[in-house]
């Protein structure tokens, strides 16, 4: 099976900061990866499908890049609503443990 | 649009069987999409519990599959979730989800609690 894993597990920012979280795959994935956003209590929404493309009606702010084992989402300036835990996940199956994005 | 809503005990008794229901409205459970369902413990992340087609073809996570059914429900619209010999380690929200490859509409989800 393929592994997921992210880092950082945890990351604290500020409005207005520029913030990349890393997931890699333990093998080649090609481009068939996913991002989520969760907030507590609620159900993940989708953000980006397969590694780069934004999911309609998700800010600009957010993007997505890679491809095979390593892929990065970023925020290009951090906004109120963002905090929140960001999961990747290989399409279709296993998601990464995920990352918190919390107020500095 | 298609909107996913999962129904359920919230209590299920240890070495019992979890029985879910996940009613797809807005849109047809026939369409060319794979239905999957996702879990997640009290203060964890995500875990994939399987897929199904209309078909009845599915695909489970091998750490589940020994324990996992998933089956559908083409006449009201359903795709349904058993779990057996539960124990406390899945107590967690269920979810259903729509997939695209990604999984794009998520129903809401629904807690289950393994207790006695």
């Known amino acids: 099976d393929i592994q997921m894993t992210q880092s950082p597990s945890t990351l604290s920012a500020s409005v207005g900061d520029r913030v990349t979280i890393t997931c890699r795959a333990s093998q080649s994935i090609s481009s068939w990866l996913a991002w989520y956003q969760q907030k507590p209590g609620k159900a993940p929404k989708l953000l980006i499908y397969?590694?780069?493309n934004l999911q309609s009606g998700v800010p600009s702010r957010f993007s997505g890049s890679g491809s095979g084992t390593e892929f990065t989402l970023t925020i290009s300036s951090l906004q109120p609503d963002d905090f929140a835990t960001y999961y990747c996940q290989q399409y279709n199956s296993y998601f990464g443990p995920g990352t918190k994005v919390d107020i500095k | 649009q298609v909107q996913l809503q999962e129904s359920g005990p919230g209590l299920v008794k240890p070495s019992g069987t979890l029985s879910l229901t996940c009613t797809v409205s807005g849109g047809s459970i026939s369409s060319n999409n794979w239905w999957s369902w996702v879990r997640q413990p009290p203060g964890k992340g995500l875990e994939w519990i399987g897929d199904?087609?209309?078909?009845?073809?599915?695909n489970y996570n091998p750490s589940l599959k020994s324990r996992v059914t998933m089956s559908v429900d083409k006449s009201k619209n359903q795709l349904s979730l058993n779990l057996n010999s539960v124990n406390a380690a899945d107590t967690a929200v269920y979810y259903c989800?729509?997939?695209?490859?990604?999984?794009?509409?998520w129903g809401q989800g629904t807690m289950v609690t393994v207790s006695s």
């Open positions: 397969k590694a780069s």
């Open positions: 989800a729509r997939v695209v490859g990604a999984f794009d509409i």
């Open positions: 199904i087609y209309h078909s009845g073809s599915a």
